[in-house]
């Protein structure tokens, strides 16, 4: 029986110098997943197969795709799916939940200093020029009080665990952070293939995430407004996330509008409808804040709407998140987040974060110059992935090409030493078995006034090129489903 | 004292096609200040869109129309009453000098809250082998300082309209030693920022009834903040101290923060603009 049990893990390479997430390291599988190892291991590889590409044209019949940038052929892809889910038990849930929780409160305290009495750069916590030195450093956003004081309604906390067994946070998404579709998405895809294996686990569900979604737009609603009308801005179907705005306004009931669905007169927003104009109260906006309004920010912008931040400053309509979030999740800023942590919440934090070296510090600069081949180099704001490189997979040629670049500009780069992402057992098409593979987990926060709600599930991404660590959907990884168990 | 000033500012617009849907923010309103009463808001257009008033991001009072008829041509025009009031001071204020200045500068309170106007930006930014252009002397005051940079923009470039737009960087200014207000404006600013001492761009109107430069158009000048005084306008355009002539609309960073006129026009085709601006003053008798 036993051995049967373990006919398609049989050919699976464990690495001792990885942190697998389902054996120990004995080689045992851990308790939680003797189950799902066992009902698996049942399965046949043909089956997966089958299973795998059945999963794989659900994916495409819904229109689950999304597009990469800078491809000369753009082409829709699906976010690869795995059948095996990663498992997260309660009491280590409990800790990633608390984390979430509390990296969200601090930043959302950070932002509405900075943007108003800036105590912490008085006192010399978190250096000036790093905030006003970011790209993302909105002028305009000061002295504003976003109702209910709340700048980052939603959070993506990108997390992994290392080969200590520890979760660390790689970094905070605070502007429109995207994922949580695929978090559903890929929990009915499971369902579908594998009803049966959710019999034998209490998993939470994930289909709630819209309904506390509302509820926070809702919440935050501008003052005098009884029963708001909320909308979702999308820049479009060519925008790589189309999928999710849609699938997010869909689930909300609330409409998805383009920046030429909405005009701004008398500084109320309105959308365009049959009936004639219907006013906007709250809009969970996905793009960014240089295109939101051609008035203020970027005048080449078509995506917005013009006269929408004159709107916003008034109080007649509320942006979710807040313009301006993204001076917080530079990942200069990331950097100082303990620090950030304990000045405003007075703890200690939940979650670690991974030591970074600033390149903009003569000091840290010369060991980042003199160790590149051991460090992660990272530009400090750009986001899915792009333009890092990994010390320990470049030539000769190509650290003195990041070094270059380094020297040019060290305010641009911060490094970090090379992480050691966990790895998960993750069926691979080409060799038809399961391998490991690095995963990390993003999950998704909500921050209301007297709102705290993280989705308890979670994206687990997957690198799925042999070796890789970066798992951006947009670098190549895919995912899986992620089941939190109830205690 | 007091002056009572007519502002009259007026724009026209012609489209090669017909365009449908406009939205325009004029940024033109004379500010409500210590010195400035705004008596009378007078605003038109041909086509006869809806005026709204709004305030941008940056707390300014602007007038914006959004058409839905479609036109070709469209023009613009607004008259502002404003009254003006003054002291006849001509002595030289007495203000810190700079050694003193700079151990005020220093401390993280002044860079927190000044650093809005001590950023470099993109119309203030000299490349570093020019900074050196203009050096301020530590014994003297600060005021003597910005006085001394005011002459030196004033003889460095030439008042030269039409060789320089909004793009233009001071590199290549510094090089051609020649441009508009605005450019005398990004200048002086640029090296005041250099100096640690704050400064800020101010669109407004002048006054040219006693032949300063600065053609038909709006006028540039600058802003610094020098402690005990707070923010002192100088011209280097026309080498003075701003006075009553100055009448002042809005200020900001650089010139991107108070471009007078932004437009999301939908069309194809090219374009005309052409804006002008009248000051008429008429003294009044001293009310006190």
């Known amino acids: ?487 | 004292m007091s002056k009572e000033y007519t502002v009259t500012y007026t724009a026209e617009n012609t489209y090669e096609n017909w365009v449908d849907d406009a939205f325009w923010q004029f940024l033109i309103i004379p500010e409500e200040n210590e010195t400035q009463d705004l008596v009378s808001i007078d605003f038109t257009n041909s086509i006869h869109a809806i005026n709204q008033f709004s305030i941008n991001g940056y707390g300014f009072n602007t007038i914006r129309l959004h058409t839905r008829k479609k036109f070709k041509e469209i023009s613009f025009k607004a008259t502002f009453k404003i009254i003006k009031s003054f002291q006849d001071n001509t002595r030289t204020p007495s203000t810190p000098s700079m050694e003193e200045y700079s151990r005020l500068a220093s401390t993280t309170d002044f860079k927190v809250d000044f650093e809005k106007y001590l950023r470099e930006t993109r119309l203030t930014s000299i490349p570093n082998s020019k900074t050196g252009l203009f050096e301020f002397i530590p014994s003297l005051s600060i005021y003597e300082n910005l006085l001394a940079l005011n002459n030196w923009t004033y003889i460095y470039l030439q008042y030269t309209a039409g060789v320089t737009d909004v793009n233009t960087t001071l590199d290549e200014i510094i090089d051609k030693k020649h441009g508009v207000c605005q450019d005398f404006t990004h200048l002086f600013c640029a090296i005041s920022k250099l100096n640690g001492i704050p400064a800020r761009y101010v669109s407004g109107y002048l006054n040219h009834e006693s032949g300063f430069f600065g053609d038909s158009q709006m006028h540039a000048w600058a802003e610094t903040y020098i402690p005990s005084l707070g923010w002192v306008g100088f011209d280097p355009t026309n080498n003075i101290v701003a006075d009553h002539n100055h009448i002042k609309v809005s200020h900001g960073k650089d010139y991107d923060d108070c471009s007078p006129l932004k437009g999301v026009i939908y069309t194809q085709g090219s374009n005309k603009t052409s804006h002008s601006v009248s000051v008429v003053s008429q003294q009044k008798a001293a009310q006190q």
Not at chain 1, 30 to 39: G, S
Not at chain 1, 137 to 155: A, F, K, R
Not at chain 1, 277 to 305: C, H, N, Q, T
Request: glycine residues 8%; proline residues 5%.
């Open chain 1, 1 to 487: 029986m036993t051995n049967i049990k373990n006919q398609i893990f049989s050919s699976y390479q464990k690495n001792p110098d990885l942190y697998d997430e389902i054996y120990d390291d004995e080689g045992k599988v851990k308790a939680v997943y003797q189950k799902l190892f066992d009902i698996y291991g049942g399965h046949s590889i043909q089956d997966y197969v089958n299973l795998n590409s059945k999963a794989k044209s659900s994916f495409f019949n819904q229109g689950i795709t999304f597009q990469v940038y800078g491809e000369d052929n753009v082409q829709e892809k699906i976010f690869p799916f795995d059948l095996f889910p990663r498992i997260i038990d309660y009491d280590e849930w409990e800790i990633i939940e608390k984390g979430s929780i509390q990296r969200s409160k601090a930043l959302n305290l950070f932002l509405w200093d900075i943007y108003h009495d800036k105590n912490i750069l008085r006192e010399n916590i978190v250096p000036l020029e790093l905030i006003t030195s970011s790209v993302n450093y909105l002028d305009q956003m000061n002295g504003i009080d976003p109702p209910g004081g709340i700048y980052n309604h939603i959070s993506g906390t990108d997390i992994i665990k290392h080969k200590d067994g520890k979760y660390y946070v790689l970094e905070d998404n605070i502007r429109c952070p995207s994922g949580v579709s695929y978090v559903i998405c890929n929990r009915t895809a499971l369902k579908r293939a594998l009803f049966g294996v959710f019999n034998h686990y209490k998993t939470h569900t994930v289909t709630n995430y819209a309904e506390n979604l509302l509820d926070l737009l809702e919440s935050v609603k501008p003052k005098g407004v009884d029963i708001p009308n909320c909308v979702v801005i999308t820049p479009g179907m060519y925008n790589s996330a189309f999928y999710e705005h849609s699938y997010l306004a869909k689930t909300m009931g609330v409409e998805l509008v383009e920046g030429r669905d909405l005009f701004v007169e008398n500084d109320f927003v309105y959308m365009k409808t049959i009936q004639g104009p219907e006013k906007v109260d709250v809009i969970y906006r996905r793009i960014d804040d240089s295109f939101l309004d051609p008035l203020e920010f970027r005048p080449d912008s078509a995506l917005g709407v013009p006269g929408l931040f004159s709107a916003y400053k008034k109080g007649n309509v509320t942006l979710a998140n807040a313009p301006g979030t993204g001076v917080a999740d530079d990942k200069a800023v990331y950097t100082y987040m303990p620090e950030i942590i304990r000045y405003y919440l007075g703890e200690e934090p939940i979650l670690n974060n991974v030591h970074t070296y600033h390149c903009s510090r003569p000091s840290e600069l010369e060991y980042v110059l003199d160790n590149i081949k051991d460090l992660v180099i990272k530009p400090v704001d750009e986001a899915g992935g792009y333009g890092i490189s990994i010390g320990d997979s470049l030539s000769k040629e190509e650290i003195e090409k990041v070094r270059k670049q380094i020297k040019e500009c060290p305010r641009k780069y911060v490094a970090q030493p090379i992480m050691s992402l966990s790895v998960h057992p993750t069926y691979i098409d080409k060799s038809e078995s399961f391998e490991q593979r690095h995963v990390d987990l993003r999950t998704f926060t909500i921050l209301g006034e007297d709102k705290q709600f993280v989705l308890k599930g979670g994206l687990t991404r997957v690198a799925l090129k042999k070796g890789n660590l970066i798992v951006n959907s947009s670098q190549g990884g895919g995912s899986k489903d992620t089941w939190v168990l109830k205690k």
